[in-house]
């Protein structure tokens, strides 16, 4: 599931509030690893950023894959994230959790829940820590968005097998500049079948997005009501359905106040410190933070060497440098501009390519605390808005 552990792990969290005290990267979770090890996948989804479908063949070994693992474990990385494509059409799937859980790395999946078979479950629920699946919406937008009509049913029908195993989950809601007033069904959705949290993650224009989604990214103020209403959620849901939910964006308070978390220091002598998040391509490039980075900033391909080689050459080169440039850049216009929330990690690479202008979306109206119904017609409302 591309758009799911980008957030649940990358750009995200498993689940924990964004920059939350005690934790070591900027957006509040332990180093991790997230591994697409295929593009391979049973759909084909509209906001799908690493394009992936039932003819994209791409995938890389188990063990490469493993081999990847034992110098991420040594690097410090502390969990594994598993996405794709659909991870559980990856035949080595439970090799690879295997392989993860022997080197003491927390585990998790992404996944649209509809393989989510007692055969498949069987051979992997001992080896998983987390599962997180996609729920985008009521059922007429979780499906269109899927392109298969009856999928959100199915889903929720197949969630019987992570209830049975006890297995923690949640749900990934994937927010566009129009869906917010959806996140209250999904909570309820949520409650109603035994999910722990809900993540909601902004849309990024990648992949097939780009060319599908055009327009729905969500801007400044349509994260900050996505905030408001998770705040609202939590005070009018939680105490009763035990559901947490959690925004993957920043509100210009919290960037403020995080710099030394957000825009480390260069040199490093630790990739996590620069990379908190690193993610590994099914075409073996790795990439730090997000896969919205412009290549030039990449480590490199571990068809080509080690994750410990890539490391090492990386670290005092001039593209971490231009990172944490970007990184510095970024607080900068956030932390002094007028923009009342950001997804970071979009932002950064949106500066980090010097061609672009930034994305975010300047607000010089006061948002207004509405309720959820309230807030439904506002996404077609309101322009993309000038940039910064
Ligand atoms: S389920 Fe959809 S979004 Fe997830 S990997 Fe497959 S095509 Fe992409």
């Not at 059922?139 to 298969?148: F, K």
């Not at 990024?204 to 900050?224: C, I, K, N, S, V």
Request: net charge neutral; hydrophobic share 45%; aromatic share 4%.
């Amino acid at each position: 599931m591309a758009e799911g552990f980008a957030s649940w792990t990358a750009p995200g969290a498993i689940v924990r509030p964004v920059l939350q005290q005690g934790c070591a990267g900027p957006t509040g979770v332990a180093p991790i690893i997230q591994l697409h090890p295929t593009r391979l996948c049973n759909l084909a989804c509209a906001h799908c950023y690493t394009a992936s479908g039932p003819k994209e063949r791409q995938q890389l070994p188990l063990a490469l894959l493993c081999a990847v693992l034992d110098d991420a474990a040594a690097l410090g990385y502390r969990q594994l994230a598993v996405s794709g494509g659909e991870p559980l059409l990856y035949e080595d799937l439970p090799g690879l959790l295997l392989h993860a859980r022997r080197l003491g790395l927390l585990t998790s999946l992404t996944s649209n829940g509809l393989l989510l078979s007692p055969r498949r479950w069987a051979a992997i629920a001992p080896l998983l820590d987390r599962l997180a699946i996609s729920v985008d919406g009521r059922e007429a937008t979780h499906d269109a968005l899927r392109g298969q009509p009856g999928a959100l049913a199915r889903t929720l029908h197949l969630l019987a097998q992570p209830r049975a195993t006890g297995t923690p989950f949640g749900f990934i809601f994937t927010l566009t500049q129009h869906n917010v007033d959806e996140l209250e069904d999904v909570v309820g959705l949520a409650a109603a079948h035994g999910a722990q949290s809900v993540q909601v993650h902004p849309l990024t224009l990648h992949g097939r997005a780009r060319d599908t989604l055009l327009g729905a990214r969500p801007d400044g103020q349509e994260l900050l009501a996505a905030i408001v209403e998770a705040q609202r959620l939590a005070q009018a849901l939680q105490t009763r359905s035990g559901v947490r939910v959690q925004v993957d964006a920043l509100s210009q308070d919290q960037i403020r106040a995080h710099r030394d978390r957000l825009v480390p220091a260069w040199p490093a002598s630790a990739l996590t410190t620069l990379a908190p998040v690193l993610v590994l391509q099914s075409d073996g490039q790795v990439l730090p933070l997000t896969h919205e980075l412009p290549p030039a900033l990449w480590l490199g391909s571990v068809h080509e060497m080690t994750l410990k080689a890539l490391t090492a050459r990386w670290l005092h080169s001039s593209a971490s440098r231009r990172l944490v440039e970007a990184l510095e850049r970024t607080w900068q216009a956030l932390a002094e501009g007028m923009a009342p929330a950001a997804y970071w990690y979009d932002e950064v690479a949106a500066r980090a390519r010097p061609a672009d202008p930034p994305l975010t979306v300047s607000v010089s109206v006061p948002v207004p605390l509405l309720p959820s119904r309230g807030l439904a017609a506002r996404g077609p409302v309101l322009a993309q808005g000038a940039r910064q």
